[in-house]
């Protein structure tokens, strides 16, 4: 079964628009939730990452946003910018279980249009 | 230390051929995983080392693949017997063991391809 499900599954943004990709995850035993950005030929790199004891983490204009009730966060991308095309990637693993191995989602293409 | 290293990056071979990879962590990480990519997905897990122990092996890991990392440093993964349905990337990241993921580097993968 799909522990981390994510979407869309492609999304087209005008420049200076804002992205917003989403995840849903079903084990609550999760308890890290990073977010990785991958370019054509290259491995997953981590963009930004949170905890469940906060809603929300922000750094420069990247964004996520945790709701533990609903088993979801997300993404978002404020003034989306060409050079932010590429294919984005949720995750989540069990922290305090020791740094298990990563869940991803089945990523979502981002294309940034001018 | 600029960064997890993997050998080769592509590969071609026939059905049927054995072939090995090799990954080189960042040098103070004493974690390493493997992944593997098929086109459109995200990464699945297939095992991770903690120095030179196995400590857990996924189901997508047939008894056709075996890993190593000898002396807790480099890892190689090996594939035999290989199938089409093993085309892939395969994706090897280290980390420091502690602090969670946040540590967690990806090399820029091997990509095989089986004919």
């Known amino acids: 079964q799909q522990q981390v499900k994510q979407s869309p599954q492609s999304l087209i943004v005008q420049k200076g628009g804002i992205s917003i990709i989403n995840c849903a995850y079903e084990?609550?035993?999760?308890?890290?939730f990073p977010w990785y950005q991958q370019f054509p030929g290259k491995g997953p790199a981590l963009l930004i990452a949170?905890?469940?004891?906060?809603s929300e983490k922000k750094e420069g204009r990247f964004t996520i946003s945790f709701n533990k009730s609903a088993k979801q966060f997300s993404l978002h991308i404020m003034d989306s910018q060409p050079g932010d095309s590429a294919t984005y990637f949720c995750?989540?693993?069990?922290?305090?279980?020791?740094?298990?191995?990563?869940?991803f989602g089945k990523g979502t293409r981002l294309s940034v249009i001018a | 230390d600029t960064g997890v290293s993997q050998n080769p990056r592509h590969k071609i071979t026939k059905r049927g051929q054995n072939v090995t990879f090799r990954c080189d962590p960042i040098?103070?990480?004493?974690?390493l995983y493997w992944y593997r990519q098929t086109l459109g997905q995200g990464p699945e897990f297939l095992t991770y080392?903690?120095?030179?122990?196995?400590?857990?092996k996924s189901r997508l890991l047939s008894d056709r693949f075996s890993a190593e990392r000898p002396k807790g440093s480099f890892s190689t993964l090996e594939i035999q017997r290989t199938e089409q349905g093993d085309s892939a990337m395969y994706l090897c990241?280290?980390?420091?063991?502690?602090?969670?993921?946040?540590?967690?580097?990806f090399g820029s993968g091997t990509r095989l391809t089986v004919v």
């Open positions: 990241a280290s980390s420091p063991g502690t602090g969670g993921a946040w540590g967690y580097t």
């Open positions: 084990n609550t035993a999760f308890d890290y």
């Open positions: 949170i905890r469940p004891d906060v």
């Open positions: 995750a989540a693993s069990k922290w305090n279980s020791g740094n298990t191995p990563l869940v």
């Open positions: 040098s103070e990480h004493n974690r």
């Open positions: 080392f903690q120095n030179e122990a196995q400590l857990e």
